[in-house]
């Protein structure tokens, strides 16, 4: 329970170790619990997976009184509160999906200062009758979690979330402390502006993710590209997003029909089938989560191995804050976007339609950004961060770009080919009808066309369809090409195709890159773990499964697959090394300890026993 005396760094090592099972706090976290321990403001921006939640968590624990917590969605309210209980910390959530009788223990336990934290919606906790209950309590401090809500130029803006800049009225002596994970330089400004943060201490810890490896394919039969990518990775939880309803129905669809244990979510299916959808994925039921970006938001689910963009999202930001949702535990994890220029067109047609000419070249802006990282040819993770004014000093290793750069060739003359060809055609076409015209294909609409008779047609022949497609999309991200939005995207000439067409120049284009190289199916370690022994964590994850569905919570309350990683690599035979183990408090070693000491135990004899 809460604890008023102001608390000493070794207390605060000590409830980190002892209630949450960390040896160490990560970068900025212990100034920013000191400084709201002692009363002050704070505006936090850290990735995530960066501890943002033990930021006011432990000094939850070492003010006096309640901390409030304003949270966007239900399901983060959960997912967070499991695991606080888990760890033996008083916490609650009070929201509208309760029934009335628990609504009402919430309150009593609220009243008896029995909290240590409660974590509510804005709009519950802006009403009225709330705040006049909340006169008589002492509040330990109030935090604002996925802050970017506040701000209309943040990507996931709420209008409730703007009636939380009256809280400085209320609750003049109480410290605030906003957090966010994505947030550009606007969004940021707009936070402190709504919440009244002028004189808060800001921390921004950074936007790098160094154990997610960035990877970006031309889309090519996106299915298929989707397939081979699932096949490599068995047993592993991700999610899949697709920008409209219609396509991820037929995508979790399809992925059903050969054996993948998928689910469609989206805000068009009813609540009850979305939250069972939740819940399986974070009982690791389900194996993948097809989805738009209306899930995702409050998944709190630590072992998301991979984030497979089947679209092009809208902004870095959604980019962002979606891949983000993979490897929050620490281990390598992998997102995928799948690129093609006709997701370029449909995003832009969307923009054109909106009336308001500073929002329309805000979203034009945005766009432009992502394209700019999908058609890089550059470490992405440096333009990435870029865009969040990051800088990175030096490349980064874990992109496909670094590992694999991009083989260059001499394209001059088929750029000439696929030029000339879209002039012949009368600058009518788009990229697929002007590929089957240079690959001399023999179909209906071709020959009632008379296109068979064009000089060009079959010229292309010794090329692949995808080859040709690729060459069309580099012409056009080069300036030689644009597509006609307006005119079903056919292809027209710029005045930069001229000299190329002339002769007077060259052109080196990057090789397409279709299929991702085959990549280890196991969540790998990091060099922080080591190597482990994987039949022991595939037992332990087991048994950790079997003891999550007997407590009816998700299996990461139970330990994340960091926890289990170091378990199989440590193979921990007495309570003071299983306490040594990342995530393992005093709660857990009295709670769970005994049954994976003993299967730990069992395992090694086991195995001593075969190879002896």
Known sequence: ???????????????????????????????IIEQLIAGQDAFVLMPTGGGKSLCYQIPALHRAGVAVVVSPLISLMKDQVDALQANGIAAALYNSAQGAEQ????????HTQELDLLYISPERFMSTGFLERLADIDIALIAIDEAHCVSQWGHDFRPEYQQLGALRQYFPGVPLVALTATADVQTRDDIVRVLGLGSANHHVTGFDRPNIRYTVLEKHKPFDQLLRFLQQREGQAGIVYALS?????EIAGKLQARGVRAQPYHAGLSSDHREDVQEDFLRDELQVVVATVAFGMGIDKPNVRFVVHYDLPKHIEGYYQETGRAGRDGLEAEALLLFGAQDVGTARRLIENNDNAEQKRIEVHKLNAMVGLAESVTCRRRVLLNYFNERLQRDCGNCDVCLDPPEQFDATEDARKALSCVYRLGQSFGIAYVVDVLRGADNERIRSRHHQQLSTYGLGSDRSEQEWTSIFRQLIHHGYLIQDIANYSVLKL???????????QTLQLAKPRIREQTRNKRPLATAAHGPYDELLFDHLRALRKHIAEIQGVPPYVVFGDASLVQMARDKPAAAEEFLAITGVGQHKLEKYGGDFLTAIAVYQMEQAQRTG
């Open 103 to 110: 609504a009402r223990q919430v309150l009593a336990q609220l």
């Open 494 to 504: 710029t005045e930069a195709a001229r000299p190329l067409l002339r002769g007077e």
């Open 245 to 249: 309803r219609k396509r991820v129905e």
């Open 1 to 31: 329970m809460n604890n008023p005396r102001h608390p000493t760094s070794g207390d605060l090592h000590d409830t980190l170790r002892r209630v949450f099972g960390y040896d160490r706090f990560r970068p900025r976290q212990q100034t």
